[in-house]
């Protein structure tokens, strides 16, 4: 017998010994031994159901060989497989032809075919021919199953693969087996569509063409394709992508199955933006603001554009100018910014996050966790937004760590959230009390107490809502580093590349590679020249600094303060008193709108360079199509202005920039670029090391509400009017339209009917709304979603207060 | 506007408890709403979703893989006249075909009034008394064209001793409290199995 | 011997029947197999046969064919079937009429005429588009000002082509079954491969009346 490593056992497949995990699915040893069993229904990231009986090999555990399905059959000591048996293929070939017996065999016109496993595995296992000749099985086909996907019922091969994705993984069992037998097929309950933000998935994983996406729906062929891997950069999770494109247009994005983050999962968000780079909307050509006529955008050429842009610098000085933004942006791009402002333009005014984001020493102090850390913990104590809208495969990941794993999620939150489902315990709290509740919490005899102190924990923190302040989150983070030192933090910033601006030190009082800016490197201090020695102003300092004048020169880098600013009145007014507003941008948003200098930029799969998630983990993004017009990166504007202002970068390329930053950032160290370069950048390199101290701050208690008003409550969806959203086609019509959400009773004592308008009233403005009852949030609270279509909630919120209350009135 | 009536409400309510999981209940619940309605409406299936906590398309999937829950209306008297190998020898397709023009509706339909709906059915194992039937799941044996015709005159009476289609008596079964498995998820039970407790049983 | 032995191959083809023609002034009778322009055909209702699968532009060893497919339109539909094809060109100045694309085609939609007979004088003229490729409402191909067609040039354009036989089916094996065509109706399969090239006036049609009699 074989040597005994315990868990361990030895079988052999094919003539060869194969060691295997004792438990571990014949098909997945021999998958790792390197032999192809065929299969359909078996998916490594879901439980096997032995559904397709495609996967059947001889197997020979001392009483002869006999035909079982490898992926139902653990392994076991002295098993002997064979794969090739004549027996096997006969299993192989009967089978394809019974799944033939009913398929369409439209190849040609499905958006599977040339890549279809059915296809594949036919010609290469198949029979050749069939004998029957019996009028195939028909159905409507195709129809829509929910806004982006097609649901072809007379090609489905009942495998289970998307009905299990929706009920195991994305917990959203919006599509079953119906009926039974000859005429069992998929479908939702009528008038319930699948309406998942997962539901992208079940695309990717379908076996034959049963289910297809329409934003790709006879796009393009497979044999079309040009593919390269990047990385997604819709939100800071950093999912691992396959970008297709054909004929220099994005058609389709795929999800790599990488282990440390996304499973090869992604959110239909981030699957099907790919249609805002391709956008007619898109800005090709600077725009200047006409000196004739101040409502009229000319098109302009670069030489003018940037000289103008340079112009506006150099008269504000550099106290009076402010940077606003950069997530958006390669970690190369943002360093060349960073460079630029501390370097040339000599200020530390510069802010990636849009004062809905955490502290950068703040982020940087924390002892950091991973999303693997998060999965194995013994909880998951989540304080901050709700993960299903704002990093949804985050969601998907703790929500299968709590169904399958050991893991418990414990919630804090001021409304439902989207994780209820699978969390061990959703406790509610006021707005802005949520240290309070977990100060009592802590120090009271509950269970819950107990194994946060004893276990291992991982915080997940951000900000819950954009009507409160950023204190509570501080203050959650500072109970826990204090009561659970043993708690490593994930930190909850959404947008995509926040961690990686935030670590080119595009935030104020923070430079490249974790340092506070009165502790530069010495490479930094040899190669910039110049560093500020004060700490600058952060966005919500720059804005009513601009708003009293003092700031002159507003540059937005790919920044929208008025749809994402928490207070859109503040931004208003500083974007209105700011003498030049320079906005670098894809789009017209409502802020570059009103921008005098445009310079437009690439977009995602047009720029090459690396991102950084939410982990510190960074991936390589890679350019697939050439952009349109005369776009540029937004390192060359950087460059280019240098040059204006009379200084230089010394940066020409990615590559070049990303040797400067592991040469001058003291946490990228190490991080080469032939390591970036490398197969091991697929899982990302993770970087953890930070020099920076945060000095938490005294915490106010949060006012209490007065009998009249409601706590304003306000996070994010995941079908908003942000620009990738709003500018896809297809996701374009899934964001709705704002709804203020009240408890029944609340309304009923105000005299207002359920899902009529009301007049919403805050300290900084008065709109007219929709309230819709909701029993769901607590009794004196309102929910608004941040930025829906037409309307965002940031009319309401004064960015200054700690909470923000509204007052209700009929119409 | 929930679907369920208000004592069928409290009943759903007691059958969830029998199961150490809401979920197990559903079938159960199929049955109690077959009951009220004479066939399961989509709006049954929506509620029994909600009463059990899961999803509506899952519902579905349960009572449309059941062929004694009817999605559509259905009669009265659902009469089930078996079609395979023993009665097929013995003459069920006469017996259909004379059905048929009895009732004056096919095989799947019907009838005007709302009385009767004919199916065909597969083997009801009584394959001794060929051609067999089932009115609303009651056994009729050795069926020739007279006694169905019969059979008709008598279920059109108003005390046929037939209860209308949906009624099941084993839903009603009221276990007593003691003798409940319940609420507890079975890893949690310490005590002996419920069986056990033969002296409690005869008090 | 001498160099007159080189002659007597000249003096006896002087006297044996010459193979070459005076092109243009004289034709030669075309095979009926000559691949010539495409066209895309349409069944008898006018429905286009083409549906965007691209398997044509996927198996074009010049990469001259640019095919785009889309949905059909519900209420218009173009081609039977979920899926039409939007965009269709060829490129002529890349083209070398290999046939491939006739052989890959799974609905006959794309055959070849014999009109060989064409010049442009500018590249977008050699660019055919879909418009110029796809028959008119009588099933014949539509001429363009740059073409010369002779007569039979357009006979019997489709299904001619294919040496492979239809579905795979050994049935077929050397046969070529036809598919309805508008302006044509349905022809008898050709039996057999043949030692000579029938004259194309030699050909079989049936008409439809003849077809479903057949059949």
């Known amino acids: 017998m074989s040597d005994s490593v315990p868990n361990e056992v030895s079988?052999?497949?094919?003539?060869?010994?194969?060691?295997?995990?004792?438990?571990?699915?014949?098909?997945?040893?021999?998958?790792?031994?390197?032999?192809?069993?065929?299969?359909?229904?078996?998916?490594?990231?879901?439980?096997?159901?032995?559904?397709?009986?495609?996967?059947?090999?001889?197997?020979?555990?001392?009483?002869?060989?006999?035909?079982?399905?490898?992926?139902?059959?653990?392994?076991?000591?002295?098993?002997?497989?064979?794969?090739?048996?004549?027996?096997?293929?006969?299993?192989?070939?009967?089978?394809?032809?019974?799944?033939?017996?009913?398929?369409?065999?439209?190849?040609?016109?499905?958006?599977?075919?040339?890549?279809?496993?059915?296809?594949?595995?036919?010609?290469?296992?198949?029979?050749?021919?069939?004998?029957?000749?019996?009028?195939?099985?028909?159905?409507?086909?195709?129809?829509?199953?929910?806004?982006?996907?097609?649901?072809?019922?007379?090609?489905?091969?009942?495998?289970?693969?998307?009905?299990?994705?929706?009920?195991?993984?994305?917990?959203?069992?919006?599509?079953?087996?119906?009926?039974?037998?000859?005429?069992?097929?998929?479908?939702?309950?009528?008038?319930?569509?699948?309406?998942?933000?997962?539901?992208?998935?079940?695309?990717?994983?379908?076996?034959?063409?049963?289910?297809?996406?329409?934003?790709?729906?006879?796009?393009?062929?497979?044999?079309?394709?040009?593919?390269?891997?990047?990385?997604?950069?819709?939100?800071?999770?950093?999912?691992?992508?396959?970008?297709?494109?054909?004929?220099?247009?994005?058609?389709?994005?795929?999800?790599?199955?990488?282990?440390?983050?996304?499973?090869?999962?992604?959110?239909?968000?981030?699957?099907?933006?790919?249609?805002?780079?391709?956008?007619?909307?898109?800005?090709?050509?600077?725009?200047?603001?006409?000196?004739?006529?101040?409502?009229?955008?000319?098109?302009?050429?670069?030489?003018?554009?940037?000289?103008?842009?340079?112009?506006?610098?150099?008269?504000?000085?550099?106290?009076?100018?402010?940077?606003?933004?950069?997530?958006?942006?390669?970690?190369?791009?943002?360093?060349?910014?960073?460079?630029?402002?501390?370097?040339?333009?000599?200020?530390?005014?510069?802010?990636?996050?849009?004062?809905?984001?955490?502290?950068?020493?703040?982020?940087?102090?924390?002892?950091?966790?991973?999303?693997?850390?998060?999965?194995?913990?013994?909880?998951?104590?989540?304080?901050?937004?709700?993960?299903?809208?704002?990093?949804?495969?985050?969601?998907?990941?703790?929500?299968?760590?709590?169904?399958?794993?050991?893991?418990?999620?414990?919630?804090?939150?001021?409304?439902?959230?989207?994780?209820?489902?699978?969390?061990?315990?959703?406790?509610?709290?006021?707005?802005?009390?949520?240290?309070?509740?977990?100060?009592?919490?802590?120090?009271?005899?509950?269970?819950?107490?107990?194994?946060?102190?004893?276990?291992?924990?991982?915080?997940?923190?951000?900000?819950?809502?954009?009507?409160?302040?950023?204190?509570?989150?501080?203050?959650?983070?500072?109970?826990?580093?204090?009561?659970?030192?043993?708690?490593?933090?994930?930190?909850?910033?959404?947008?995509?590349?926040?961690?990686?601006?935030?670590?080119?030190?595009?935030?104020?009082?923070?430079?490249?590679?974790?340092?506070?800016?009165?502790?530069?490197?010495?490479?930094?201090?040899?190669?910039?020249?110049?560093?500020?020695?004060?700490?600058?102003?952060?966005?919500?300092?720059?804005?009513?600094?601009?708003?009293?004048?003092?700031?002159?020169?507003?540059?937005?880098?790919?920044?929208?303060?008025?749809?994402?600013?928490?207070?859109?009145?503040?931004?208003?007014?500083?974007?209105?008193?700011?003498?030049?507003?320079?906005?670098?941008?894809?789009?017209?948003?409502?802020?570059?709108?009103?921008?005098?200098?445009?310079?437009?930029?690439?977009?995602?799969?047009?720029?090459?360079?690396?991102?950084?998630?939410?982990?510190?983990?960074?991936?390589?993004?890679?350019?697939?199509?050439?952009?349109?017009?005369?776009?540029?990166?937004?390192?060359?504007?950087?460059?280019?202005?240098?040059?204006?202002?009379?200084?230089?970068?010394?940066?020409?390329s990615k590559e070049q920039i990303w040797r400067e930053i592991e040469q001058v950032a003291p946490s990228h160290a190490g991080v080469t670029v032939e390591r970036i370069m490398s197969e091991e950048a697929r899982e990302g390199i993770l970087v953890q090391e930070s020099s920076v101290e945060y000095i938490f701050p005294s915490v106010q208690e949060p006012p209490i509400a007065d009998g009249y008003g409601l706590r304003l409550i306000s996070g994010r969806k995941l079908w908003d009017a942000s620009t990738t959203t709003s500018m896809s086609p297809s996701l374009r019509p899934l964001a709705e339209a704002p709804v203020l959400k009240v408890h029944p009773t609340d309304l009923q004592r105000l005299g207002i009917l359920s899902g009529s308008d009301v007049r919403v009233i805050s300290t900084r403005s008065t709109e007219n709304l929709k309230a819709v009852a909701d029993e769901s949030l607590e009794r004196g609270t309102a929910l608004l979603p941040f930025n829906q279509p037409g309307f965002g909630a940031n009319r309401f919120i004064d960015a200054t207060a700690a909470v923000n209350d509204i007052r209700i009135e009929t119409l | 506007m929930s679907f369920f009536s208000d004592e069928n409400t409290r009943l759903a309510e007691e059958i969830i408890k029998r199961y150490p999981k809401a979920r197990s209940a559903m079938i159960p619940l199929l049955h109690l709403a077959q009951e009220q309605e004479g066939w399961v409406t989509e709006a049954a299936m929506a509620e029994i979703a909600e009463l059990v906590g899961t999803s509506s398309a899952e519902v579905l999937g349960t009572c449309s893989f059941y062929e004694m829950f009817k999605r559509e209306p259905v009669g009265k008297y659902l009469i089930n006249i078996c079609t395979t190998m023993s009665c097929a020898l013995m003459g069920a397709a006469d017996l259909m075909q004379h059905a048929e023009k009895a009732l004056g509706v096919k095989s799947g339909g019907t009838t005007e009034d709302g009385m009767f709906t004919l199916e065909g059915a597969e083997c009801q194992a009584a394959c001794t008394e060929a051609p067999c039937l089932q009115v609303n799941y009651r056994h009729r044996y050795r069926v020739t064209a007279d006694e169905f015709d019969a059979m008709l005159a008598e279920l059109s009476t108003p005390d046929p001793g037939v209860p209308e289609h949906g009624v099941l008596s084993q839903i009603r079964q009221h276990i007593p409290e003691k003798n409940t498995v319940g609420a507890l998820p079975p890893e949690e039970v310490n005590a002996p199995p419920v069986w056990l407790n033969t002296e409690e049983d005869q008090s | 011997m001498g160099y007159l032995d080189g002659f007597k191959v000249t003096f006896k083809k002087l006297f044996e029947e010459r193979v070459t023609t005076e092109y243009p002034k004289e034709k030669r009778p075309k095979p009926p197999r000559f691949h010539g322009r495409h066209v895309l055909n349409r069944y008898e209702d006018g429905m286009e046969k083409c549906i965007g699968c691209e398997l044509c532009a996927g198996v074009c060893p010049a990469k001259c064919i640019y095919v785009r497919g889309a949905d059909n339109p519900e209420t218009e539909p173009v081609s039977p079937g979920e899926r039409y094809g939007y965009v269709y060109e060829i490129n002529y100045l890349r083209c070398i009429h290999c046939d491939l694309c006739v052989e890959a085609c799974p609905t006959e939609a794309i055959t070849e005429s014999k009109l060989f007979e064409f010049s442009f004088a500018n590249r977008s003229d050699a660019i055919y588009t879909k418009d110029e490729l796809v028959v008119d409402d009588d099933g014949q191909p539509k001429r363009q000002p740059w073409e010369l067609w002779h007569d039979g040039d357009d006979l019997a354009t489709s299904g001619w082509m294919r040496a492979t036989a239809p579905s795979g089916n050994p049935d077929y094996q050397n046969r070529v079954g036809w598919s309805g065509e508008l302006g044509y109706g349905v022809r008898a399969p050709e039996t057999g491969q043949q030692e000579k090239f029938p004259e194309l006036s030699d050909l079989d049609f049936l008409t439809e009346d003849q077809a479903e009699e057949q059949h």
Request: charged share 25%.
């Open chain 1, 11 to 652: 079988v052999n497949i094919n003539g060869a010994e194969v060691r295997a995990k004792a438990g571990e699915m014949l098909i997945a040893a021999a998958d790792r031994a390197g032999v192809h069993i065929p299969r359909f229904c078996y998916h490594e990231r879901m439980s096997s159901v032995g559904m397709c009986r495609m996967c059947l090999v001889d197997v020979d555990t001392g009483r002869g060989p006999m035909l079982q399905p490898s992926c139902m059959v653990p392994v076991a000591e002295g098993m002997s497989v064979d794969t090739q048996s004549e027996d096997t293929k006969r299993a192989q070939e009967g089978i394809l032809e019974f799944l033939l017996v009913n398929h369409p065999l439209d190849c040609p016109v499905c958006d599977k075919g040339g890549e279809c496993p059915l296809q594949d595995q036919t010609m290469a296992y198949g029979p050749g021919e069939s004998r029957f000749v019996e009028e195939k099985r028909h159905y409507e086909k195709p129809i829509p199953i929910s806004d982006l996907v097609h649901l072809d019922r007379e090609r489905c091969i009942l495998c289970d693969r998307c009905t299990r994705f929706a009920d195991e993984i994305a917990g959203d069992p919006l599509i079953h087996f119906t009926e039974r037998g000859n005429s069992t097929q998929v479908l939702t309950f009528p008038d319930e569509p699948f309406s998942s933000y997962f539901s992208g998935n079940t695309v990717q994983i379908c076996p034959v063409g049963a289910l297809t996406a329409a934003p790709y729906r006879f796009k393009a062929r497979p044999w079309d394709l040009d593919q390269v891997e990047s990385t997604c950069t819709t939100c800071s999770m950093g999912c691992r992508t396959a970008v297709q494109s054909s004929r220099n247009e994005l058609v389709r994005y795929l999800g790599v199955d990488i282990e440390s983050v996304n499973h090869g999962w992604l959110c239909d968000k981030g699957r099907f933006n790919f249609e805002a780079t391709n956008s007619e909307e898109r800005l090709t050509v600077p725009l200047i603001r006409d000196p004739n006529d101040e409502r009229q955008l000319l098109g302009s050429d670069w030489g003018s554009a940037l000289a103008n842009a340079a112009e506006a610098i150099l008269d504000a000085g550099s106290d009076g100018i402010g940077i606003i933004g950069g997530s958006r942006l390669t970690n190369e791009d943002a360093y060349a910014w960073s460079k630029l402002a501390r370097s040339i333009i000599r200020t530390d005014n510069l802010d990636a996050q849009l004062g809905d984001g955490l502290p950068a020493e703040l982020v940087h102090s924390l002892p950091p966790a991973t999303i693997a850390d998060a999965c194995e913990a013994d909880t998951v104590l989540v304080v901050g937004p709700d993960l299903k809208e704002e990093l949804a495969i985050l969601h998907l990941r703790l929500r299968g760590a709590a169904t399958k794993g050991h893991t418990k999620v414990v919630e804090i939150n001021a409304a439902p959230s989207g994780c209820e489902p699978y969390v061990e315990r959703a406790i509610r709290c006021g707005s802005g009390e949520a240290a309070k509740y977990l100060g009592e919490i802590l120090n009271s005899d509950d269970d819950l107490a107990t194994r946060l102190r004893e276990g291992s924990v991982v915080a997940v923190v951000g900000r819950s809502s954009m009507a409160e302040s950023d204190h509570s989150s501080i203050a959650v983070a500072a109970l826990i580093r204090d009561e659970l030192p043993h708690a490593t933090f994930l930190t909850a910033l959404r947008r995509g590349n926040v961690r990686g601006a935030l670590d080119m030190g595009l935030a104020p009082g923070v430079l490249p590679g974790r340092t506070a800016i009165d502790n530069p490197s010495s490479a930094l201090d040899d190669i910039w020249g110049y560093t500020p020695s004060m700490k600058g102003l952060d966005t919500t300092g720059m804005l009513q600094a601009a708003a009293e004048g003092k700031i002159r020169t507003l540059v937005l880098l790919g920044a929208d303060p008025l749809s994402d600013f928490p207070d859109r009145n503040l931004a208003a007014e500083a974007i209105q008193r700011a003498e030049t507003v320079i906005s670098l941008d894809n789009f017209l948003t409502a802020s570059s709108a009103q921008a005098d200098i445009i310079l437009p930029t690439t977009a995602y799969g047009e720029q090459g360079g690396t991102t950084t998630n939410l982990e510190g983990r960074i991936s390589r993004l890679t350019q697939k199509i050439t952009p349109p017009g005369s776009v540029r990166d937004d390192w060359m504007i950087a460059t280019e202005l240098a040059w204006r202002l009379g200084g230089d970068l010394n940066l020409t």
